[in-house]
């Protein structure tokens, strides 16, 4: 069975920095795309940031330049790493495995960015 345990969420101020983990048990994780989403009260979850198993990554618009995904498939985890954080990116982030086309999530984890 599959399972994704994030964490590294907290309160951080305006221009401040987290990094996020994504730690995962029972996959193939080498094979496995990852992806980081994140949702707020009464929105759709919304895509990130994502890496395939060849380590290609790819972010949404609003994040690029200031969010970095990796994986260390050696520890079976990836990351998202958020710097130049705004109040805008607060939300439940939660990270997403996908392995032969089925698809497994975590539990979240809080972000807030506030003064």
């Known amino acids: 069975q599959v399972q994704l345990v994030e964490s590294g969420g907290g309160l951080v101020q305006p221009g401040g920095s987290l990094r996020l983990s994504c730690a995962a048990s029972g996959s193939i994780f080498s094979l496995s795309a990852i992806g980081w989403y994140r949702q707020t009260p009464g929105k759709q979850r919304e895509l990130v940031a994502s890496i395939n198993s060849g380590g290609n990554a790819n972010y949404a618009d609003s994040v690029k330049g200031r969010f970095t995904i990796s994986r260390d498939n050696a520890e079976r985890t990836a990351y998202l790493q958020m710097n130049s954080l705004k109040p805008e990116d607060t939300a439940v982030y939660y990270c997403?495995?996908?392995?032969?086309?089925?698809?497994?999530w975590g539990q979240g984890t809080q972000v807030t960015v506030s003064s």
């Open positions: 997403k495995l996908t392995m032969f086309s089925r698809d497994y």
